[in-house]
C-alpha cells in the first residue's frame, strides 16, 4: 500500500461524532495514475483511498497495521462495499473522512466518505468489515490490547 503524501503533515481534522463514533478526516488530491482513459478516478482507486484512511485512523489510534502483524494478527476485509455519488477528476482535492462504526471481538467495521474540498459535496461512501485471523488464515478474535484502542477516542 502506498503512503498518503500528506501523512507527515496529517494535522488531521479529528471529528466528534458521527453516531456517536469518533472519526478523522484529511486531505488527498486525485494523482495522474489513478484516471482512466475518460478523465476521472478509477473505480478500484476509491478502496484504496478508504485504505488509506483506515490505516491513518489505526496509526491515530496508537496501533498501526505493522503492530497488529507484529502481534501476530492480520485484520482481514470480508466485506468491502462503496456506493459512488459523484466522479473525482484529476488534481481534485478531497477529504477522506474515516469513523469506527462497529467494534466486537468478532469484528470490526469502518465507514468511509469521500467529500471535496471545495464544495463539501459527497463524493462516495462506503464500508469495510473486517476479521482477525493469525498467520494460517485462522479466524481469531480480535485482541482486547487492539479492541481497546479501537474504542478510545482519537488523539
Not at 37 to 42: L, R, S
Request: glycine share 4%.
Amino acid at each position: 500500500m502506498r503512503k498518503s503524501r500528506n501523512s507527515e503533515n496529517l494535522s488531521n481534522r479529528i471529528g466528534s461524532t458521527q453516531g456517536g463514533k469518533n472519526f478523522i478526516e484529511f486531505e488527498e488530491r486525485v494523482r495522474y495514475s489513478e484516471i482512466d482513459k475518460m478523465g476521472v478516478a478509477h473505480n478500484k482507486n476509491y478502496f484504496e483511498w478508504f485504505e488509506i484512511g483506515r490505516t491513518e485512523y489505526c496509526r491515530q489510534k496508537k496501533i498501526p497495521y505493522k503492530s497488529i502483524e507484529d502481534e501476530g494478527y492480520y485484520l482481514v476485509v470480508v466485506e468491502a462495499f462503496c456506493r459512488y455519488k459523484r466522479p473525482l477528476r484529476y488534481d481534485e482535492k478531497f477529504f477522506i473522512r474515516v469513523f469506527l462504526k462497529e467494534i466486537s471481538p468478532k469484528k470490526a467495521v469502518f465507514s468511509y466518505e469521500l467529500v471535496t474540498k471545495k464544495e463539501k459535496k459527497l463524493i462516495a461512501k462506503g464500508y469495510t468489515v473486517h476479521v482477525a485471523t493469525n498467520s494460517k488464515a485462522e479466524v481469531r478474535s480480535i485482541p482486547t490490547s487492539i479492541l481497546d484502542k479501537l474504542k478510545d477516542p482519537v488523539t
